[in-house]
């Protein structure tokens, strides 16, 4: 059986949303040798028009993605996490479905994200949904997959 996938803004210091954090860290960390936090801090979406977004399949979180404002027009999608027995499932459209939907109630015309070069599954995934290659907009690491998507009201 099929279980639905939901997605919804929750609170990033929620005990469930603090452990899907720190596994993606953890993930991160072993992929890239670093300590796996990108430059990612929870009051990064403790701002107005910002979010931190669970997913989640019978109740229980499988993954996670957060909005960081970056201009006036443009958001960051940052921390997108999908647990890996619910890998391949839909739970990181869903996620982004919702960080979009937020995006543009939020008033946001442009949404960007970046990706490492470790991660193919996640630029596949970012193509396939509608994002295209833009330059490196944050940070100085040259390996960044940088993409971006135009927001329709």
Known sequence: MISIITAAKEDIRASESEQLIRELSEELGRLYDSDGT?????SDVEVPRSAFIVARSEGHPVGCGALRPINETTVEVKRMYTRPDFRRKGVAQAILAEAERLALEYGYTSIKLQTGPKQPEAAALYERVGY???PIYSGNWDLVLAYQKDLQR
Do not use: S
């Open 38 to 42: 990108a430059g990612f801090q929870a």
């Open 132 to 134: 295209y290659r833009v």
